[in-house]
């Protein structure tokens, strides 16, 4: 009987790189609604709060969209 010996093990590389998630926008058109461009972009009327708060700063209310505001997607 021989003995034993320990399997390889790979080295642990600490150099990855993650790259950031994108930012993405929406420009509202005439029509659209929080819930219409959460369905387009989720694919979810659902998800339309996300939006909301991603863009307080610019919206006074979930129904305050003009056309040719730019919107961000979270």
């Not at 994108?22 to 709060?49: C, I, K, M």
Request: aromatic fraction near 6%; hydrophobic fraction near 30%.
């Amino acid at each position: 009987m021989g003995v034993p010996t320990a399997l390889p093990v790979a080295p642990v590389r600490t150099d990855t790189i993650v790259a950031a998630p994108t930012e993405r926008f929406h420009t509202v058109q005439e029509g659209d609604s929080l819930t219409r461009s959460s369905a387009h972009h989720y694919g979810t009327p659902n998800r339309w709060p996300d939006i909301y708060e991603a863009n307080r700063d610019v919206l006074r209310g979930e129904n305050a969209l003009r056309p040719g505001r730019r919107l961000r997607i979270p």
